[in-house]
């Protein structure tokens, strides 16, 4: 879809997530970008420690649902999924018939959550169902118990549903796009709305003197045979850090000094800390979990490589790693599992790809970018070339576009 030539001034549209805003960057940037264009714009979302109940900020509406998040336990998940539909329902419709809403966009996963805007669709307001994760994948590569992978099934129902239900559906990537088509969606009411932040978010520029401090102590370490990899993202088994440890044993001869650092945290933190001890790497891996903002910036601009060392599954291979674009844009080149998602996006010249779980052709790829510096700066500006391709300043007009064609193709 095209944008239109109407204006979405005036357009009232509300946005229902089941995570914190502003901490999500996605939604925050949907909702900043739907306002500049004139809609009045509400948000529907959970409730954060100390954060208010209701705020008006940048003239956005945020209503914030006191349920607290669980990832872990499937019973609690449920649970605290049950509780948010049902604030959420009852918040949407009361401030639809306060506001009459001209679209709701409901960004969750997995789907069902759309059902909440039943009577604003009943009077004649737009549903967009927007997709960052493709739920049935998700919990099947992430779900340990018997009766998680029973749900399986029942999301791939409720997703099929759900895409029938909303009047327009986004994904982040053409790979899941496809894959909903092959499971029977119609593909011409799901648009791909790729993923990237917004580059206004990034500010590398600000860094300057960091970065001519700390490329000048890159330098001279690099000369001592020193190498910094940097992990940024959750710290969870399908995150292939396993295969980040091994290949730091490998390199034991090759490249003793090689140093893994990871910056996150979750629930195969001991596992790492337990796999270092066995493999006599714990000198070499350091988990700066609990590091502040300022910190993390160092350490990221110290780095000599960022990883993605994210395990190839059926979820994997339809979504885009964020943590890759800030890598991206703080000038860091990347090493990363080599997924359909990715591969499909950046080119052989712009990142290090390694066969996923394989740890010996990792340490091959670590190795090789230290022994060659001076194709660093060539991935880092095909990588930044990319990135600005489907930079938000392109992907946010066609979201735009999207509302535009929607808000104006019936009468509201």
């Not at 982040?172 to 917004?198: F, T």
């Not at 940097?230 to 295969?243: A, T």
């Amino acid at each position: 879809m095209k944008p239109g030539r109407v204006s979405l001034e005036g357009r009232r549209v509300c946005l229902v997530g089941r995570s914190r805003y502003p901490s999500d960057l996605y939604m925050r940037r949907e909702a900043e970008s739907l306002a500049s264009s004139g809609c009045r714009i509400s948000v529907i979302c959970q409730r954060g420690k100390g954060e208010p109940i209701h705020e008006k900020r940048d003239d956005i509406d945020i209503y914030r649902m006191p349920v607290k998040r669980f990832e872990r336990a499937i019973n609690r998940y449920l649970f605290e999924y049950g509780a948010f539909f049902a604030l959420s329902s009852l918040q949407l419709i009361a401030l639809h018939i306060m506001k009459h809403f001209h679209a709701v966009q409901v960004n969750t996963a997995p789907g069902c959550l759309i059902f909440i805007a039943g009577i604003p669709k009943l009077t004649g307001t737009r549903l967009i169902f927007s997709m960052r994760k493709p739920a049935p994948e998700f919990f099947e590569a992430t779900s340990r118990s018997w009766y998680g992978k029973l749900l399986v099934p029942l999301i791939n129902l409720v997703e099929k549903l759900s895409l029938r239900f909303a009047d327009h559906a986004l994904t982040g990537s053409r790979e899941m796009r496809d894959n909903l088509g092959r499971k029977g969606a119609d593909v011409n009411k799901i648009s791909v709305v790729v993923n990237m932040p917004d580059e206004s978010s990034f500010h590398p520029e600000d860094y300057e003197k960091l970065y001519e401090k700390i490329a000048a102590i890159k330098k001279e370490e690099r000369r001592k045979g020193m190498f910094r990899i940097l992990f940024r993202g959750p710290v969870e088994e399908n995150s292939g850090l396993d295969v980040v440890v091994k290949a730091i044993a490998n390199l034991k001869q090759r490249l003793p000094g090689v140093q893994f650092r990871i910056s996150g945290k979750g629930n195969y933190s001991v596992g790492i800390r337990e796999l270092a001890k066995t493999l006599k790497v714990e000198g070499q891996v350091e988990n700066i979990e609990f590091a502040s903002n300022d910190r993390i910036i160092e350490e990221v601009l110290a780095a000599d490589a960022g990883i993605i060392p994210t395990r190839e599954n059926p979820h994997s291979n339809l979504v885009h790693p964020p943590e890759i674009y800030e890598l991206i844009a703080m000038r860091i080149p990347v090493i990363a599992s080599r997924l359909e998602s990715v591969a499909a996006y950046f080119p052989e010249d712009a990142i290090v790809y390694f066969e996923s779980g394989n740890d010996k052709d990792l340490a091959d790829k670590i190795h090789y970018l230290f022994a060659h510096p001076e194709e660093i700066e060539h991935r880092n500006q095909a990588a930044r070339e990319i990135c600005t391709t489907y930079g938000w300043e392109r992907e946010g007009k066609k979201y735009l576009g999207i509302y535009q064609t929607l808000l104006t193709s019936g009468t509201q």
